[in-house]
């Protein structure tokens, strides 16, 4: 095997890595500072002001694998931005990890980057000019809508949202939550997945539609906290739709094609968390590593008492390894598509949150008190990192399908043997 880094793959990771550097590192008091001031959800300045010189740099919509476009449509829609591999895509995505709103700055943030593949692969043309368009420019946001609290969504043939061809309109009925996104005011579009044939083969009942969230019926309830935080000005939403009618044209590649969709679309988006999970836990062993040098306990520093080298030490393990997984994923999906890579995809986003969070629990066990306040971001990012057990799918939905192909490998050598008495 040979794991030098092609010219490319370095040349866009060193440009991101550069470019956060240069422009976003510095303004992270800035950002914090207008977050924290005045109403919580709106847009963010330096945000913005950033987004217009990485555009500008073509650091932009770099999330994109250059063959997502081709799946379904006649595509004469033109991408917007510099599209990478999913190998080339993963470097950049651990350095945008670093901080948690870089992602952003180049247009590559969740939802958004879902949606705007589901749009690219799935859309039609109108569909793409009425809404991909204003998203690859970062002029508005979206949301998608799947989850829901009445039932476990976890299996999404649960999913009880209804929606009722009526003439040329469909009519949405459902109660959705944790729909990220919905608080910010940007937010104009949302993809909704819901049941438009209860009668269908099990997999086949459910579909998805865009919903523009200024249709009348759509209501946000309330906005939801994670351990406390409530993620603004992005944030977390529940939404009743209450006899929302939608056209017909806004059905993506028709009804009964919901689940085809999602696997279309979760798929990258688990490996895009896992990606930037990563650079979250190497901010963290830094964080942890400079406290460890700096501090004075017993009459010596708490980076030469041996259970912290322990832990140092683990933590570098498990960052190497849960990185090499996680490229080998992402080379799996460039070079033979997502579907051969399920098992990969499905190992690495069980391993990557469960590695970071404990690198984070260290971090704030050696920071002390200062750990769990506001003023180091440990105790926001482990938050952050602990939905990721069970978005995209909890771990033991993963562990079952891990489980069950290492079962299959075995079948034949668990046959029963002949009776030897």
Same mark, same amino acid.
Request: proline share 5%.
């Given at each position: 095997?040979?794991?030098?880094?092609?010219?490319?793959?370095?040349?866009?990771?060193?440009?991101?890595?550069?470019?956060?550097?240069?422009?976003?590192?510095?303004?992270?008091?800035?950002?914090?500072?207008?977050?924290?001031?005045?109403?919580?959800?709106?847009?963010?300045?330096?945000?913005?002001a950033c987004k217009a010189k990485a555009r500008a740099a073509g650091l932009w919509n770099l999330f994109m694998p250059p063959h997502s476009g081709?799946?379904?449509?006649?595509?004469?829609? !033109?991408? /917007?931005?510099?599209?990478?591999?999913?190998?080339?895509?993963?470097?950049?995505?651990?350095?945008?990890?670093?901080?948690?709103?870089?992602?952003? &700055?180049?247009?590559?943030?969740?939802?958004?980057?879902?949606?705007?593949?589901?749009?690219?692969?799935?859309?039609?043309?109108?569909? *793409?000019?009425?809404?991909?368009?204003?998203?690859?420019?970062? /002029?508005?946001? @979206?949301?998608?809508?799947?989850? /829901?609290?009445?039932?476990? @969504?976890?299996?999404?043939?649960?999913?009880?949202?209804?929606?009722?061809?009526?003439?040329?309109?469909? =009519? #949405?009925? $459902?109660? *959705?939550?944790?729909?990220?996104?919905?608080?910010?005011?940007?937010?104009?579009?949302?993809? =909704?997945?819901? *049941?438009?044939?209860?009668?269908?083969? %099990?997999?086949?009942?459910?579909?998805?539609?865009?919903?523009?969230?200024?249709?009348?019926? &759509?209501?946000?309830?309330?906005?939801?906290? =994670?351990?406390?935080?409530?993620?603004?000005?992005?944030?977390?939403?529940? !939404?009743? +739709?209450?006899?929302?009618?939608?056209?017909?044209?806004?059905? +993506?590649?028709?009804?009964?094609?919901?689940?085809? #969709?999602?696997?279309?679309?979760?798929?990258?988006?688990? #490996?895009?968390?896992?990606?930037?999970?990563?650079?979250?836990?190497?901010?963290?062993?830094?964080?942890?590593?400079?406290?460890?040098?700096g501090r004075v306990a017993f009459g010596k520093r708490i980076a030469d008492q041996s259970v912290w080298e322990q832990?140092?030490?683990?933590?570098?393990?498990?960052? /190497?390894?849960?990185?090499?997984?996680?490229? *080998?994923?992402?080379?799996?999906?460039?070079?033979?598509?997502?579907?051969?890579?399920?098992?990969?995809?499905?190992?690495?986003? &069980?391993?990557?949150?469960?590695?970071?969070?404990?690198?984070?629990?260290?971090?704030?066990?050696?920071?002390?008190? $200062?750990? !769990? @306040?506001?003023?180091?971001?440990?105790?926001?990012?482990?938050?952050?990192?602990?939905?990721?057990?069970?978005?995209?799918?909890?771990?033991?939905?993963?562990?079952?399908?891990?489980?069950?192909?290492?079962?299959?490998?075995?079948?034949?050598?668990?046959?029963?043997?002949?009776?030897? %008495?």
């Amino acid at each position: 095997m040979d794991f030098t880094l092609s010219q490319r793959e370095t040349e866009f990771r060193d440009r991101v890595r550069a470019f956060i550097d240069a422009e976003i590192r510095p303004r992270r008091a800035e950002h914090d500072a207008e977050a924290a001031s005045g109403e919580r959800w709106k847009v963010i300045p330096t945000i913005e002001a950033c987004k217009a010189k990485a555009r500008a740099a073509g650091l932009w919509n770099l999330f994109m694998p250059p063959h997502s476009g081709q799946a379904h449509v006649d595509d004469r829609f !033109v991408f /917007e931005g510099t599209q990478l591999t999913n190998l080339e895509y993963a470097l950049c995505a651990e350095e945008m990890g670093r901080i948690d709103w870089a992602a952003e &700055v180049f247009n590559c943030s969740a939802p958004d980057t879902g949606n705007m593949e589901v749009l690219h692969r799935y859309g039609t043309l109108a569909q *793409k000019q009425r809404w991909l368009a204003p998203l690859m420019h970062g /002029e508005i946001r @979206s949301a998608f809508l799947m989850t /829901e609290p009445a039932v476990a @969504s976890s299996d999404a043939t649960n999913i009880e949202t209804s929606m009722v061809r009526d003439g040329d309109h469909y =009519v #949405i009925n $459902g109660r *959705k939550w944790w729909s990220s996104g919905v608080g910010d005011p940007r937010c104009r579009i949302a993809i =909704v997945m819901g *049941k438009t044939d209860p009668d269908a083969p %099990r997999h086949a009942q459910q579909s998805m539609i865009l919903v523009p969230m200024d249709t009348p019926g &759509v209501t946000i309830e309330r906005m939801l906290s =994670v351990y406390g935080y409530d993620h603004a000005p992005h944030g977390h939403g529940e !939404v009743v +739709l209450r006899d929302v009618r939608v056209p017909v044209d806004h059905m +993506l590649l028709g009804e009964g094609r919901g689940f085809e #969709i999602a696997q279309g679309r979760l798929g990258p988006g688990r #490996i895009h968390h896992c990606m930037r999970t990563i650079g979250v836990a190497e901010t963290a062993i830094e964080a942890m590593a400079r406290r460890l040098l700096g501090r004075v306990a017993f009459g010596k520093r708490i980076a030469d008492q041996s259970v912290w080298e322990q832990r140092i030490a683990k933590a570098r393990i498990d960052i /190497e390894m849960t990185r090499l997984l996680c490229l *080998k994923a992402a080379d799996m999906m460039d070079r033979a598509g997502n579907k051969s890579a399920q098992l990969e995809i499905a190992m690495i986003k &069980v391993a990557a949150p469960t590695m970071a969070l404990q690198i984070l629990d260290d971090a704030i066990q050696a920071h002390g008190g $200062g750990g !769990v @306040s506001q003023d180091f971001h440990l105790a926001h990012a482990w938050a952050a990192m602990r939905t990721l057990r069970f978005a995209d799918g909890p771990d033991e939905v993963h562990n079952r399908a891990i489980a069950r192909a290492e079962f299959g490998r075995h079948a034949d050598a668990a046959a029963p043997r002949p009776d030897r %008495r």
